[in-house]
């Protein structure tokens, strides 16, 4: 046990970060129905860490960090731009086409990067594992400030989130408070990106938001109390798989995130065919 703790104190103290604040942005991203948005800006930020590579940064390092959240901050702007009352184009589709667009130009980037493969794995899957106590001490202390502006912002975010066309004939600039609301969402996913890559990433966004909706918990101190308590489950059985069977732990995290999804549809399928 005390190897264990040694060994993944910090990592699995980094993914409870990461849950808490993913956990609060999921819900205004399932309600938006942009679902995608959180992978989409998550590889826009390691096509910038992709960039900074290029010239001769490292893995990690301020540069890294600054590339990767200058390129989240022109997603945040694009995406913001492609709010349209067209129903014919779906918002989804133009995130979509982000995804693909830069994912493309993050492994051309990446082809003239010695080890840019290894650099490729690093960026999808992360490197929690190796996350140091400063890094924790780091990314809390950055959610903490846009926790701070987020508390300021969440009437609005809110009203928005939950009905743009109440909120824009209350005369609400939609396009300006959805530029701020992924330029928040950007930075978060500049830091935990280069930390737990885009797959973990997306996941602490989606999954334990629609575990808590499929609930009926759709909001509030109740929402982020399930996300939490998900989280930290799904952390603490990911880490403990990935330290016994000696597997990636940031994809190990990912499958439990996905078991207890299918656990709780499952379950919930069973009890709608016995009524």
């Not at 990446?110 to 929690?128: M, Q």
């Not at 987020?150 to 300006?176: C, F, M, Q, T, V």
């Amino acid at each position: 046990m005390s190897g264990f703790l040694a060994m993944m104190g910090a990592p699995v103290l980094a993914a409870m970060v990461l849950v808490v604040m993913h956990g609060y942005l999921g819900g205004h991203v399932v309600r938006r129905g942009v679902i995608f948005v959180d992978i989409a800006l998550a590889q826009v930020a390691a096509f910038g860490v992709a960039m900074a590579l290029l010239f001769g940064a490292e893995m990690g390092s301020d540069a890294a960090w600054f590339s990767g959240l200058g390129a989240t901050f022109l997603g945040a702007l694009l995406i913001a731009a492609t709010r349209s009352g067209d129903d014919m184009i779906p918002q989804e589709a133009y995130i979509g086409i982000i995804y693909a667009v830069f994912s493309a130009a993050m492994i051309l980037v990446l082809t003239r990067v010695p080890h840019g493969g290894e650099e490729i794995r690093h960026l999808l899957v992360g490197s929690i594992l190796w996350v140091t106590w400063t890094e924790v001490l780091k990314t809390a202390v950055l959610y903490a400030l846009l926790g701070v502006l987020l508390r300021w912002a969440h009437p609005r975010l809110e009203l928005i989130s939950r009905d743009a066309a109440a909120a824009s004939k209350r005369g609400l600039n939609l396009k300006r408070w959805d530029f701020l609301f992924y330029a928040v969402l950007g930075t978060v996913v500049t830091s935990s990106v280069q930390i737990a890559g885009v797959l973990l990433v997306f996941t602490l966004l989606v999954v334990p938001t629609v575990m808590a909706y499929r609930r009926g918990v759709l909001g509030g101190a109740r929402h982020l109390g399930f996300v939490l308590v998900v989280g930290v489950l799904a952390v603490v059985l990911g880490a403990a798989a990935s330290w016994w069977l000696d597997i990636p732990t940031g994809a190990a995290i990912v499958c439990v995130f996905g078991m207890l999804l299918g656990l709780q549809v499952a379950v919930e399928g069973g009890r709608t065919l016995r009524q």
